[in-house]
């Protein structure tokens, strides 16, 4: 067992290199091979993120290609997000840290409780969305349409969207702190078939720089500092280890960067 926990802080960098790190912290902290890890970083270019079960042919790609967004599959479950102006946390942990809280709903209650406490240390008035908001699937393509169970409010609106999944133990939950809503944008990566227009997402979305929330260094700060007291750990910053580099360039190449991942249009359930 590891008496810290890590903290990265990465820059913004390709989409593939992102859900590769992620994965490679997941099953290393399933191994125990890496001790609990919270991340911070960027994409460039902005990237739509899919989620695992999710078509692709969602995917307007022409839309994509003429504003430079890049395309790629997450690991965990949800719907799409633009990632662009916003930061993106992920927490990779061993699900026995959880102890009661293990379960799938009652450690994402956990976790929003600190991401919560860390943008209320920013003077972000962040609520919970109610147990009551489960996710549907008659919601469309957009991660960000409407509020789940526990994900962060801002007045109401949705702040934040995440998604988990696991492997061997291990817990891999990550989010999309937004910063300023790129909704039109958004909707042009996307075609909709719910006849919803921006608007609509528009009234429901919340971003940080409203509040004047415009700097990510102080909120990697904050919610780093929640995190380490809501589980009474140390957070040590400390890169990836060469392995973990290494791992994560060759699963960004054979999976990420492959479009028998990202493009599928009937994902695997092996």
């Given at each position: 067992?590891?008496?810290?926990?890590?903290?990265?802080?990465?820059?913004?960098?390709?989409?593939?290199?992102?859900?590769a790190?992620?994965?490679?912290?997941?099953?290393?902290v399933a191994a125990g091979t890496t001790p609990p890890t919270i991340r911070f970083y960027g994409w460039n270019p902005p990237c739509l993120s899919l989620g695992y079960f999710q078509p692709f042919d969602v995917v307007d790609v022409d839309g994509c290609r003429a504003l430079g967004v890049d395309v790629v599959r997450r690991p965990t479950g949800g719907r799409a997000i633009l990632h662009d102006r916003e930061l993106t946390y992920s927490v990779a942990l061993p699900a026995p840290v959880l102890g009661q809280d293990g379960g799938v709903l009652p450690s994402y209650y956990r976790l929003s409780l600190v991401l919560q406490d860390g943008l209320r240390r920013l003077g972000v008035p962040a609520t919970l969305a109610p147990e009551s908001a489960r996710s549907s699937a008659a919601h469309g393509p957009v991660c960000f349409?409407?509020?789940?169970?526990?994900?962060?409010?801002?007045?109401?609106?949705?702040?934040?969207?995440?998604?988990?999944?696991?492997r061997g133990g291990g817990l891999l939950q990550h989010g999309?702190?937004?910063?300023?809503?790129r909704i039109d944008k958004l909707m042009?990566?996307?075609?909709?078939?719910?006849?919803?227009?921006?608007?609509?997402?528009?009234?429901?979305?919340?971003?940080?720089?409203?509040?004047?929330?415009?700097?990510?260094?102080?909120?990697?700060?904050?919610?780093?500092?929640?995190?380490?007291?809501?589980?009474?750990?140390?957070?040590?910053?400390?890169?990836l280890r060469p392995h973990e580099e290494e791992a994560a360039r060759a699963l960004a190449r054979s999976k990420y960067q492959s479009a028998g991942w990202t493009e599928r249009l009937v994902p695997s359930i092996t």
């Open positions: 067992m590891f008496d810290d926990w890590r903290l990265l802080v990465d820059a913004p960098l390709v989409g593939a290199w992102n859900m790190v992620d994965e490679v912290l997941l099953d290393g349409d409407r509020p789940s169970a526990h994900e962060i409010l801002l007045h109401g609106r949705k702040l934040v969207g995440s998604a988990q999944t696991r999309s702190i937004l910063n300023e809503p042009a990566c996307l075609h909709r078939t719910d006849g919803a227009g921006s608007r609509g997402l528009e009234d429901g979305v919340a971003g940080l720089a409203e509040l004047g929330v415009t700097d990510l260094g102080p909120i990697a700060s904050a919610i780093g500092a929640a995190f380490a007291v809501g589980f009474g750990v140390d957070l040590v910053e400390a890169p």
